[in-house]
């Protein structure tokens, strides 16, 4: 066998080749390529504005910034690892408010103390129940100076109030943000309020500032009449009068009637002071499965006398929850069966060491929804 010697690169440079052709689909390749990238990055542009804009919508320290809902939840305590005292039920009520329905933003003037710049930025209400959120802006806070501060809360300009739960959370670099709830006595809930604060050693110094006025606007409430009685007028008649509700939580109204004529002046003038409904039995058939959640209870609200007729009138404030016994925790009170009564245990005073129980108001479970 014979072998041939071939110069393959001469024989190649003779092949002709279509330039033209080459280059058109070199270019269409290429084209396509980048089209393919350009895509691939529009895509990946996407995906990224998405995900930032998920981040600043949806995550709760870019919405405590903005201000719209101060996101309540980071500003309770609800395991109390900080404020070792606040108000469970207010954790509870506060809780299930946190949405934009209940937030009542407030276009308040900002006052400037110690190097702190500090506003009122809203308010939440329910009912028997309010709360302020307060913005300090500041390069020299000092966080653990702003819990040791003195708040003082009059409602319209003459019911002042004598106990306030506080917390706070940090929503940024210099930035704090103080979440302050109360109760209200003799409810208020249907009329528009005032609210004026005054802050003592603010930011732990010896200076205390008044904040402008704030005024919040009427809370829509469900009412209950209720026509339960128990005991009579000269031992004590007690009376369920009207229950205010709304979604979380509801005021119970009573009262405590007596012939001042029958009654002992020392009985009468401790059922005067003071008159309690603190607890309440979940029934169903005459079968207790569970209690309500209580906020406040005794406060007095009223004394009217017609003849010996005497009427001293009290309120209870109760969070729309039942501590489940056969499931170990909290559900609203509008899931509960509903055939569900609540045995209200009304007290009074007594010379001994117990208080008297004059008796037992029972009202279904849909009275007290709003």
Same mark, same amino acid.
Request: proline fraction near 5%.
């Given at each position: 066998m014979s072998f041939v010697n071939i110069n393959w690169q001469q024989e190649t440079n003779k092949i002709k080749v279509p330039e033209t052709a080459v280059t058109q689909a070199i270019t269409r390749g290429l084209n396509q390529a980048t089209k393919r990238q350009q @895509?691939?990055?529009?895509?990946? =542009?996407? =995906?990224? &504005? /998405? /995900? =930032? =804009? @998920?981040i600043i919508l949806f995550n709760p320290l870019t919405i405590q910034a903005g201000g &719209? !809902?101060? /996101? !309540?939840h980071q500003l309770l305590d609800k395991k109390n690892q900080r404020t070792h005292n606040f108000d469970p039920t207010m954790n509870k009520i506060f809780s299930g408010l946190s949405d934009v329905s209940a937030y009542q933003s407030v276009n308040s003037s900002a006052v400037k103390e110690d190097g702190l710049t500090i506003q009122v930025r809203g308010v939440m209400t329910s009912a028997g129940i309010k709360a302020f959120v307060i913005d300090y802006n500041g390069a020299r806070i000092n966080p653990a100076a702003l819990r040791r501060q003195d708040v003082h809360v009059t409602l319209n300009q003459h019911q002042s109030v004598i106990d306030v739960e506080q917390n706070y959370g940090q929503i940024a670099l210099g930035h704090y943000r103080q979440f302050i709830a109360f109760y209200v006595n003799g409810d208020s809930s249907a009329s528009n309020d005032t609210i004026d604060i005054r802050i003592g050693h603010v930011n732990g110094s010896s200076q205390g500032i008044s904040l402008p006025t704030i005024k919040t606007k009427s809370l829509s409430t469900t009412v209950h009449k209720v026509t339960e009685k128990t005991g009579n007028l000269t031992t004590g008649q007690g009376a369920i009068d009207q229950i205010n509700s709304t979604s979380h939580s509801f005021v119970l109204n009573y009262s405590v009637s007596f012939d001042q004529r029958k009654m002992a002046k020392s009985t009468a003038s401790l059922i005067k002071k003071a008159t309690w409904i603190s607890d309440a039995d979940v029934m169903v058939n005459n079968k207790k499965v569970g209690d309500l959640m209580l906020g406040s209870s005794g406060a007095k609200i009223g004394e009217k006398q017609q003849a010996n007729q005497v009427t001293v009138k009290f309120q209870s404030i109760f969070a729309s929850q039942c501590y489940v016994d056969n499931q170990g925790k909290n559900v609203s009170i509008q899931d509960l069966n509903p055939q569900a009564v609540v045995r209200f245990k009304l007290e009074i005073p007594s010379h001994s060491s117990y208080d008297h129980i004059l008796g037992y108001l029972n009202v279904p479970i849909t009275a007290l929804l709003s």
């Open positions: @895509s691939h990055r529009k895509l990946e =542009l996407m =995906l990224t &504005v /998405a /995900a =930032l =804009l @998920s &719209v !809902i101060p /996101a !309540i």
